[in-house]
Structure formats: C-alpha cells, structure tokens
C-alpha cells in the first residue's frame, strides 16, 4: 500500500547509544517532515525536508541529525540518546497543499 | 511563527449530540491552510478537514465541518451525531503558504459517551 512506513515501530535504547529512525514514501512527494509528539505538547517540529539533499531545523533539533540523499527516505538520527528523547516520533510527506501523510508512528524510550 | 491556540484539554459529549471543538491561530501570512487531524488511541493520525484562507465556503467531509471565521482567525471543528469511535485526541494544524512545515496545537481530547 502506498503511504509512509517508519520503522522501527518500538525502541528502548540506554542513554549514550546512537540509533537511526527510518522513514520511507513511495508517494514521490518532495516534502518530508520529522515530528515527536510529547504528552501535552502536541507535536512540534524537528526537521525538514523539501527535496534530496535539501534539509532545515524546525523547532527542537537539538540532538538529531538528517539527511536526504533520495527522494523516498528520510531517516531521523539520534547522536547521543538522552531520557528528553523519550517520545513518539512521526515522519510526514507531502505533495503540494494539503496532503499531508503521516507514519504510524515510533514509540522511543530512553532509559 | 506561527502559534495555535486550543484551548479545551478535555471535552465530553454524548452519543449522537453535535460538538465544537476550538481552535485559533496567529499568522502575519495572508495565505495558509487549516487542517484538523484525529489520533484514536492507536496512535495513528488521521487526516479529518482541511480549509483554505481564501475558501470561501467552510470545508465539510461527512460528519465534519470546519467553522471558518478569516477575521477572527478561528477554525473550530464541528463533529454532528458524534459516534463512540470519535473518542480521541483532536489537533488543529496550521501550514502558511510561505512555508512548508504544520504548525501543531496541543490537542484536544475528546471522550464520547453512551
């Protein structure tokens, strides 16, 4: 099915370790976004993209990394993972307007 | 930036009543769009309505409606005969046209009962 596929779905890592968050559409959209959804703070936007090899921060960069080298992926990389990161992350494509998609989701515990 | 305001953390509602959920906006752009989005329990987002700053009609999909008031920068959702199913959290989002990133509020939640 056509949408966007991240993975993986749940993670737990130790505070200090690295690990790569992956996002792909098969949708040929340009736009491609990275959320994380906190309790209470609804979701707030961390990078960007609006093409391969074109990327920008959004509001809380701090501690992540991306990079766009095709159109179709766009993963989101913890350098240094900290309890803050615990959070559910969303990747987001779009084409245009207003058709936004959205992954299911990936649920990150930090301990 | 932009900044969106919702400010009703929690709602109730019965069976098969109508409800309002809140939202307003603040953007110096003069053209942008409005987007509502449901997250069940699930976790996923669904897309739900979407309305531009220049419609000049309010956006309707089924059960939804988008009330659309341009000057008072307010794009509150309306949900008529809500269902047990439309239990969720409720988030209003913002694109401005000069930009490419949706600008979140913090969520309604939304409890339908019996």
Same mark, same amino acid.
């Given at each position: 099915?056509?949408?966007?596929?991240?993975?993986?779905?749940?993670?737990?890592?130790? &505070?200090?370790?690295?690990?790569? *968050?992956?996002?792909? #559409?098969?949708?040929?959209?340009?736009?491609?976004?990275?959320?994380?959804?906190?309790?209470?703070?609804?979701?707030? *936007?961390?990078?960007?993209?609006? /093409?391969?090899?074109?990327?920008?921060?959004?509001?809380?960069?701090?501690?992540?990394?991306?990079?766009?080298? &095709? &159109?179709?992926?766009?993963?989101?990389?913890? *350098?240094?993972?900290?309890?803050?990161?615990?959070?559910?992350?969303?990747?987001?494509?779009?084409?245009?307007?207003?058709?936004?998609?959205?992954?299911?989701? &990936?649920?990150?515990?930090?301990? | 930036?932009?900044?969106?305001?919702?400010?009703?953390?929690?709602?109730?509602?019965?069976?098969?009543?109508?409800?309002?959920?809140?939202?307003?906006?603040?953007?110096?752009?003069?053209?942008?769009?409005?987007?509502?989005?449901?997250?069940?329990?699930? /976790?996923?987002?669904?897309?739900?309505?979407?309305?531009?700053?220049?419609?000049?009609?309010?956006?309707?999909?089924?059960?939804?409606?988008?009330?659309?008031?341009?000057?008072?920068?307010?794009?509150?959702?309306?949900?008529?005969?809500? #269902?047990? /199913?439309?239990?969720?959290?409720?988030?209003?989002?913002?694109?401005?046209?000069? /930009?490419?990133?949706?600008?979140?509020?913090?969520?309604?939640? *939304?409890?339908?009962?019996?």
């Amino acid at each position: 099915n056509a949408g966007v596929t991240q993975t993986p779905k749940f993670q737990v890592l130790k &505070t200090g370790q690295s690990m790569t *968050l992956q996002c792909a #559409q098969d949708m040929n959209h340009e736009y491609m976004s990275w959320y994380r959804q906190d309790p209470g703070m609804g979701l707030r *936007l961390i990078h960007y993209s609006v /093409g391969a090899g074109i990327t920008d921060q959004g509001e809380v960069p701090n501690g992540y990394n991306v990079s766009r080298s &095709t &159109t179709e992926d766009f993963p989101l990389r913890l *350098l240094s993972a900290a309890p803050s990161q615990t959070s559910v992350y969303f990747c987001a494509s779009s084409q245009g307007w207003r058709g936004y998609t959205f992954g299911s989701g &990936t649920r990150l515990t930090v301990v | 930036a932009q900044k969106i305001t919702q400010t009703q953390p929690g709602m109730f509602v019965q069976e098969k009543e109508a409800v309002t959920l809140d939202c307003t906006y603040d953007t110096s752009d003069q053209s942008y769009g409005l987007f509502w989005y449901k997250q069940p329990s699930s /976790g996923e987002m669904i897309f739900l309505i979407y309305q531009g700053s220049y419609d000049e009609q309010n956006a309707t999909e089924g059960r939804y409606s988008l009330n659309f008031q341009k000057a008072r920068k307010s794009a509150n959702l309306v949900i008529s005969a809500s #269902q047990l /199913g439309d239990s969720a959290m409720y988030f209003c989002a913002m694109r401005p046209n000069s /930009g490419y990133a949706l600008n979140f509020g913090k969520g309604t939640s *939304l409890l339908v009962t019996p």
